[in-house]
């Protein structure tokens, strides 16, 4: 409503300036008289269509009474075939300018500090490691390294100088606790060869052939039968009664520190040949030491696999093994022994 009410004054409004603006230009020749003719001239080719007058007072403004029709006969105002009325061509809504995109400002990249934070970074999916396609399985445990075989020893002269020199070389090259080694010997021999025994006395035991070289005593280095307390025909003090013969059966030939006998000696050589090259005698102090060593894990089975420590059961079914009972409490001064030593 408001629109059409606007249409009609504008109209009216330009009627009136056209009409005027004649009026004055007719009856004022004195304007200059080129400027006169040129408006005039101007105002007389307007042309009006008197249909359109009427229109504009009856307030018809609809769209397809707008439309003039065309009519090659019609004249003007002042009587002159002026062609066709002008055509009434409906104001459009003006177009806003269009405004000019606001400028996007690149986006500058954010230097990876190599650690993985959020907003992500470039290069953090390098450092997140990748999405790995199946999850990782567990590996076995690593089994620890094997320590490297100790050399073998080639000279008559054994290693160590006191008696816990060689337990501790012998625990080392056999995996077996050296505080196991000390309890057998204290046991076996232990009021007749003291642990803290001088390394001058040592060394003339621990040594491949004391009992024929003449450097030795048979008796002192329990280098005789121990059953029938007699010294073997192979050395030089052969035949020399050491003790009193124990009569338990037939004999054995135990001799040695950890009292050892000729059937266990043999049964050990296949072992020992890798660390002892040459002659073994269970005579020898760490001979003796090493052949108990492997004969004792031999007859457990299954040993312990920790090299100082064994379990009660173990220390019991040692004892037992050697002895060939648990009788004369053997098997229980054994553990005790080992638990002082240990």
Same mark, same amino acid.
């Given at each position: 409503m408001l629109t059409q009410r606007i249409k009609i004054l504008a109209s009216m409004l330009i009627a009136f300036i056209l009409v005027e603006g004649y009026t004055f230009f007719s009856q004022n020749p004195n304007v200059i008289p080129t400027q006169a003719e040129n408006i005039k001239g101007l105002l007389s080719n307007l042309k009006f269509n008197p249909s359109s007058f009427t229109r504009l007072f009856t307030l018809n403004f609809s769209d397809s009474n707008n439309l003039a029709q065309?009519?090659?006969?019609?004249t003007g105002m002042n009587g002159i075939n002026n062609g066709p009325p002008p055509i009434y061509v409906p104001p459009t809504k003006p177009i806003k300018p269009i405004q000019p995109t606001r400028q996007i400002q690149p986006i500058k990249p954010t230097p990876d500090d190599e650690l993985v934070d959020f907003p992500f970074e470039p290069g953090d999916i390098n450092n997140l490691g990748g999405i790995p396609t199946n999850p990782p399985k567990p590996t076995n445990k690593p089994k620890p390294t094997k320590p490297p075989a100790l050399p073998a020893i080639t000279t008559p002269a054994r290693p160590g100088s006191t008696l816990s020199e060689i337990f501790a070389e012998v625990s080392k090259r056999e995996c077996i606790p050296a505080a196991l080694l000390h309890a057998f010997q204290t046991q076996e021999t232990g009021p007749?060869?003291?642990f803290?025994?001088?390394?001058?006395?040592?060394k003339i035991y621990n040594k491949f052939g004391w009992w024929t070289d003449g450097s030795g005593n048979s008796c002192t280095g329990m280098g005789y039968?121990?059953?029938t307390g007699i010294v073997p025909s192979d050395a030089t003090d052969a035949g020399t009664v050491c003790q009193n013969p124990i009569p338990s059966g037939a004999d054995q030939?135990?001799?040695g520190i950890i009292q050892i006998s000729q059937e266990e000696e043999d049964a050990a050589k296949k072992y020992t040949t890798s660390i002892i090259k040459g002659d073994i005698d269970?005579?020898? /102090?760490?001979d003796n030491t090493l052949i108990f060593a492997i004969i004792t894990k031999n007859r457990l089975g299954d040993p312990p696999t920790n090299c100082n420590d064994w379990p009660d059961d173990a220390i019991r079914t040692a004892a037992e093994k050697h002895y060939g009972a648990c009788s004369d409490n053997y098997c229980?001064?054994? /553990?005790?022994?080992y638990k002082e030593y240990k």
């Open positions: 065309v009519n090659s006969g019609s007749w060869w003291p803290d025994s001088p390394s001058s006395k040592v039968h121990t059953q030939a135990i001799m269970r005579r020898v /102090l760490f229980e001064n054994i /553990l005790k022994y």
